[in-house]
C-alpha cells in the first residue's frame, strides 16, 4: 500500500538536470528549502494523460497557485534530463519546473516506485500531487490503487481547492485570428491592455477558413470565445470587457 507521507520532510538527493545544455547538480534543498512547493509526479514524460491533462492544468492555474502563497510548481517524472528537457519545450509549460529523477531516487525513497513492466516502462512513478512547506510534507494526494492509470485526485483543481477553495480560476479565452487583420490586433490589444490570458489560433495555421465556419458558424474575423461561450468580433469584445470582470 502506497503511504501518505505528510507531516514528513521530503526525501534528500541530488538531481541531476540540464540547463542551457550543461549539467547541473539541483538538490531536494534548493528545491524546497525556505518555500511553499507544489510536486506533481506522474509516470512518464510524453504520455496521454500526462501530456493532455496533468501538466496543462497545473500550467494553466500557476498565476492562481502564486497569487495563493506558492512559490513554485514542480512536475516530477522517473525519466532521464533529456527527456524531460524536450518535454517542457512540446508543452510550453514555462511556468512549471521540470525535474528528471532519472534514477528513480527520490521516488523511491518516496514510496512511490512502482513496477510498470507491463507497459514496457520498468520502474515508474505512481501519480501523486503534494504541497510542501520549507521541506515538509503538508498535504498529499494519492491516485487510488488500482489498475491502469487513475487520474482523480492529484489534478492542479483539487491542488488548489485545498489551498484556498475559493480561489477564482481564470476564464478560459480563445481568439481566432489571421495575419494582417487590424480588427483582430485590436481584440489582441483589448485583452492584453487588460492582462488577459488568451489562446490565439490564427486562419491558415492552425485552422482554414471552412473549419471556422463549421466551428463557429461565423465568416469573419476575429472571433472571440470566453469559457465556451461565442462573444463575437473586436465591437462585442469590448462590449463584453465593458460589463464583465475577467
Known sequence: ???????????????KTRNGGQWVNVTSDDLFA?????????????????????????????????????DDIICLSVNDPFVMEEWKKTQAADRVTFIPDGNGEFTEKMGMLVDKEDLGFGK??????????????????????????????????TMLSYINPTAAKPK???LFTKPGCPYCARAKTALQERSIEFEEIVLGKEISTRSLRAVTGATTVPQV?????????????????KSHSL
Not at 504520455?47 to 497569487?67: M, Q, R, W
Open 34 to 70: 525556505g518555500k511553499t512547493v507544489v510536486v506533481f509526479s506522474l509516470p512518464g514524460a510524453f504520455t496521454p494523460t500526462c501530456s493532455s491533462t496533468h501538466v496543462p492544468g497545473y500550467n494553466e492555474l500557476a498565476k492562481i497557485f502564486k497569487d495563493n502563497g506558492v
Open 124 to 157: 515508474r512513478s505512481w501519480r501523486y500531487s503534494m504541497l510542501v512547506k520549507d521541506g515538509v510534507i503538508d498535504k498529499m494526494f494519492i491516485e487510488p490503487e488500482k489498475p491502469g492509470d487513475p487520474f482523480e485526485v492529484s489534478d492542479a483543481e
Open 1 to 15: 500500500m502506497l503511504k501518505n507521507r505528510e507531516g514528513e520532510k521530503v526525501p534528500n538527493v541530488t538531481f
Open 172 to 174: 478560459l479565452v480563445s
Open 225 to 241: 470565445f470566453i469559457d465556451g461561450k461565442q462573444i463575437g468580433g473586436s465591437e462585442a469584445l469590448d462590449e463584453y470587457l
